[in-house]
């Protein structure tokens, strides 16, 4: 990677900061457990409003008994393509809110 392009990424995370530590303690307070479809769409829902925010087209495949599929995609002007996958349900037993949000700075 070229010294120009990791420095603007790096201003560009240090400057979303705590927008994103913001974001991160809202989807970890969100019941998303896999059986539980209103929280794990709840939480696509949420997902999808930040990436269309960010300009991409979204597709919801609906789902019956567990939460939607997203699929987001964004044009670009380049030859390379870039795919990012992930998941929005947790590992949380039914009935629960969520994880305690909390944040730990452990020095070394």
């Given at each position: 990677m070229n010294a120009s392009i990791e420095k603007k990424l790096k201003d560009c995370f240090l400057n979303k900061n705590l927008e994103m530590l913001e974001m991160l303690r809202t989807i970890v307070n969100i019941n998303s457990q896999t059986h539980y479809k209103n929280g794990v769409e709840?939480?696509?829902q949420?997902?999808?409003e930040k990436m269309i925010g960010l300009g991409f087209n979204i597709e919801v495949i609906k789902q019956k008994e567990f939460?939607?599929?997203i699929i987001s995609r964004k044009e670009g002007k380049g030859q390379r393509r870039i795919?990012?996958?992930g998941h929005?349900?947790?590992v949380l037993p039914g009935g629960k809110k969520g994880?305690?949000?909390r944040i730990k700075w452990f020095l070394y």
């Open positions: 709840y939480l696509g949420l997902m999808t939460g939607n599929q795919l990012i996958m929005l349900d947790t994880f305690p949000f």
